[in-house]
């Protein structure tokens, strides 16, 4: 998914949200200020990993009418405005219900790169990773501080794409410090993926920080944040794209963008 | 008297189909850990006999079993109620509360965080942690605080701090969301205290084992009793916590039907209701397949009871393994029919019932003369908590 020897900006924006449309149009300015890949969440009413901003913004979207096909259609438009990866976050049961196939088949005609399922452990993902295998989709599987080894070996050999590591114990959402050093270490010894660190990112210097010993940057909180706090949606999106090239020109400043 | 059933499962959490662990891969070692811990406490006697005495000396077990001959009219056979309003605190929460509150302990956590929805899990949970010298959180939405205020209370007074959930409809629901992100970002520190026969392994096999001493002790009651098993054993389902405890030492008694009630609100037809059986599919909320009320996206729907306790849109694994594979049976009980129930029992045998409970007693009534000549109801639960509700309900402040 990401060219080796690069540092990579992947922003998280819920589709739907703050509208289908300008769900689009934040998403691309994302990728015109500098992010690398997207990740587009399926909003979903019992979002247990997700903290308060995240929350908010996938209640507004479901709110709004979103609907799964609503998702696939923001994924297409996006991918075929943009040249960059296009996963999407979902919590499992939309999938389920949607159907695994169809829905694979879908996101992959949507152009879209994989999925990031973070309610579903390696242990449950088998229906999931061959039907995305089937299509070209890469699995993307979260590791956490509390990982064992043994569990860390296991999400490494089931991701695809990259490993998405956990900065800290917790939900989504900014804090004032971030790590994962060590757990990108420990992800490290058992694969040659890209390991990309997320949960808490909020700034540049952060995001410098943490492209110091990963391979990239997850951000999703502090984005979504900006357009809550915005007046109206065109504030939001300059606020977003403003956001984007301070953690684009974090993340990138080592060594460069894919 | 053991409480543990022997046969605890491969280890994978599964029931039939349904089951598992769909969890965040930070709760994947707590989940582990706790695992670990269960399957060592229940092998362990002195773990037994110190929830025993906690049981017999502290909670009021065995709880009687009541034969209410007057109510029994309604039904068309022999009733008895197995007296879980009597136990300590007043449900049959207790029995779990102080089962994993032990647990807690021994796994050296010294924070135990729940969640509740009519509040007697939480009174439970706040009761054995006060007991224990844990300290305890519970998460509750904000619609069930405002109509289960005495429980929120008699948490606030045993020491506990009660979260209000505003998110979604403010029911059991949010708040099991709630306290699922609390326990993601302080796993080493807390035990999440499930409170239902719901959520993910080894959560719905903990309940149930911790539940059964509800059935083990009926069982042989209604033997002594009557002289025989009856011919069917009824409670009210929500997760389905003591449901799964009345009926699981009934499950090899091939003569005695499994009866649930579950809430079907203003009726399953309006939409209006928690009825998961009668409304839901199958798919994965709080950590577990089964059977969902969700929409066509799979999203959650929101629910409606005049009960609390019963306003959930999941339900636990085992109950949906024992429905497909048709040794329970489940019935939906609208608010009406349940409220009627209650004050007929009332009004009978000088029992107020939860309204949870209530939908066990209309689900009998409903089924009169279909259930055989002796009938086992589980009252899970008093009705002091739904007094507000009652008597809104009822008009019983003009009257």
Redesign the interface.
Known sequence: MFKPNTKSLVGYLPAGFPTVDDGVRTLIAMVEAGCDALEIGLPYTDPVMDGPAVQDAVTRALENGTRTEDVLRTVERVAARTQVPVLVMTYWNPVEQYGIERFAQRLADAGGAGCVLPDLPVQHSLPWREVAGKHGLDSVFIAAPSSTDQRVAEIAKASTGFVYAASTMGVTGMRSEVSGANLVARIRQATDLPVLVGLGVSNGAQAREIAGFADGVIVGSAIVRRMLDAPDTDTGIAEIRALCGELAAGTHALVGSP | MSFFHPAHGDGTGRFGRFG???????L???IDELTVAYDKARHDEAFAAELTDLLENYAGRPTPLTEVPRFAEAVGARVFLKREDLNHTGSHKLNNALGQALLAKRMGKPRVIAETGAGQHGVATATACALLGIDCTVYMGTLDIERQALNVARMRILGTEVVAVP??AGTL?DAI?EA??DW?????STHYLFGTAAGPHPFPTIVRDLQRVVGVEAREQIQRRTGRLPDAVVACVGGGSNAIGAFHPFLDDAGTRLIGCEAAGDGVETGRHAATFAGGKV?????SRSY?L?D?????RETHSISAGLDYAGVGPEHSHLRDSGRAEYVPVTDDEAMAALRLLARTEGIIPAIESSHALAGAIKLNADLGEVVLINLSGRGDKDMDTAAGYFDLVGE
């Open positions: 598992g662990q769909y969890v965040p891969e930070a994947v070692a707590a998110t979604g629901k969301n699922f992100r993601v970002a302080n796993v080493d798919g994965v909320l709080h950590g969902v969700q066509e996206d799979g999203q959650t």
